[in-house]
């Protein structure tokens, strides 16, 4: 029944190593976007992709690199990770956006990153 | 450059009176304007959505208003509860996914 999935929800790992967090949705939307929520809880958007095309691409550092294999999946990469890159990520998908459609957001649960 | 503010961090109010919560944005033009709710250790979840040519929108004990003259939008709850405590983020809509910091209501018994 699960909407918008992410795994893992809880990373902790060390500077100057790699990850991944996998994101899936079964709602059958075209668009998936990933967000950052650092400490002071401020959401911000880092991409969005809409039928496998990157659409959003906020100024993000190239270490950040998403990956979408389907309409439903949208992974997230980081490579070189910094102490800075701590936060919480959330995945969400919505219906196809335009400029007067609706476009609610469904978000995942979060995948809190600890980089120690 | 554009800009959201919610007009504070941190609202209290006591059980079963209104909450008004405020959004105002700068070099904006949105289409619609969303509200979401978020629970602390969770991702937020949509409320409720209000088009630029509409002036008030209503659900349950919920009501959004959107003023584009005024370039603001307020959100309130009516007869509030405790459950009623959370994050509130507000959305003013270009397609670009920007969202307001949030203002974080508590409802006291």
């Known amino acids: 029944d699960t909407a918008v999935s992410q795994t893992p929800k809880y990373l902790v790992t060390q500077m100057g190593n790699d990850k991944s967090i996998k994101c899936e949705q079964n709602?059958?939307?075209?668009?998936m976007y990933w967000y950052k929520q650092d400490s002071k809880k401020f959401l911000k958007i880092m991409f969005s992709?809409?039928?496998?095309?990157?659409?959003i691409n906020e100024t993000v550092p190239n270490r950040f690199s998403p990956k979408s294999p389907d309409k439903a999946h949208l992974n997230l990469h980081i490579n070189s990770l910094e102490l800075g890159d701590s936060a919480v990520y959330f995945c969400?998908?919505?219906?196809?956006?335009?400029?007067?459609?609706?476009?609610?957001?469904?978000f995942g649960p979060g995948t809190r990153l600890t980089v120690l | 450059s554009q800009k959201i503010e919610q007009n504070s961090e941190a609202l209290n109010i006591q059980e079963g009176k209104t909450a008004t919560l405020t959004c105002n944005y700068t070099?904006?033009?949105?289409?619609?304007l969303q509200w979401y709710r978020q629970d602390p250790g969770r991702g937020p979840v949509f409320l409720l959505l209000?088009?630029?040519?509409?002036k008030e929108k209503r659900k349950e004990r919920l009501k959004v208003t959107f003023d584009t003259t005024l370039k603001q939008s307020l959100f309130h709850i009516t007869a509030s509860q405790p459950a009623d405590s959370a994050t509130y983020l507000c959305?003013?809509?270009?397609?670009?996914?920007?969202f307001g910091a949030g203002t974080r209501l508590t409802v006291k018994p």
């Open positions: 969400a998908s919505s219906a196809t956006p335009g400029r007067r459609s609706h476009n609610e957001q469904f």
């Open positions: 709602l059958g939307h075209d668009t």
């Open positions: 992709y809409n039928n496998k095309e990157l659409i």
């Open positions: 070099n904006y033009s949105p289409a619609y």
């Open positions: 209000i088009r630029e040519n509409e």
């Open positions: 959305n003013p809509n270009n397609n670009d996914m920007r």
